[in-house]
């Protein structure tokens, strides 16, 4: 069984340690179809995704080469398995991934079973998210992004990191632990300055730490940089939480496991 790892620069690990994959062009055909996912790859996007418009005349001819390199490093690698991983199919090539091999697939799969569990289970979700974040080296593919495809499929799986701290800051705050990530969201709001959950959540803790005048503060600066950025106005949810706190709502000094879903 080997492990495929792309969040961050791209590795594959197999029971006696990291095996290399060298050249940029052999890096960016595992790449593209790893994100595949277990779906076939035509030969002209994978010939796109690697040459650009520099595709070479001989393309199928040179494709072809990289694709056998890319089988014999595989089947070196797995010596006692049987067929190989890299298939040729009517509608292109195809990489066998299974379950638990590909860490971008099983990060998704954590932050979709923490968006289908109950606020009841936050302790199971803060515990979930702190896990599969801790998966990630840097950014996707070591920041080494390919063509169109990968690019694509990096900002995919950037979105899911953002939506995973988004939840574990919920599953934080639902738990009262507003003191031990305020940190935490301080950083994300500055590094997303115009991600409106983290500019809530944020508020939320820093109120709840006692701190309602930076609290107040943060809404403000918020509003005005969506004004001259983009020209619109807060959310509605982001103004129901500015109005909780000017208001002194005792749901937001109440139980912290509810705060959110009141506000939301």
Known sequence: MLKFSILGALQIRTVSGPAEISGDLQRTLVQ???VSEGQAVSGES???????????????????????????KLRGLEPDRAASRVTIHPSGYRLT?????????EFVRAVRQAE???PEDA????????????WWRGPVFGGFAGGTLCQLAGARYEEYRMRAVELRFDAELRLG?????????????????????????LMIALY???????????????????DVELGIEPSPALRRVEHAILRHDPALAGDARTTLLQLA
């Open 32 to 34: 593209t179809l790893l």
């Open 46 to 72: 994978l010939a796109e995704e690697m040459w650009g418009e520099a595709v070479p005349d001989n393309q199928a001819n040179a494709l072809q080469a990289h694709v056998s390199r890319l089988r014999r």
């Open 97 to 105: 991934v299974g379950e638990g091999e590909l860490d971008a697939a």
């Open 116 to 118: 289908a569990a109950f």
């Open 123 to 134: 302790a199971c979700t803060a515990r979930l998210l702190g896990e599969a974040l801790a």
């Open 177 to 201: 632990r507003h003191a031990a990530v305020l940190a935490e969201l301080a950083e994300a709001h500055t590094n997303h300055p115009l991600r409106e959950r983290f500019c809530e959540q």
């Open 208 to 226: 709840c730490a006692g701190r309602q005048a930076d609290a107040l503060d943060v809404f403000r600066r918020m509003r005005h940089l969506l």
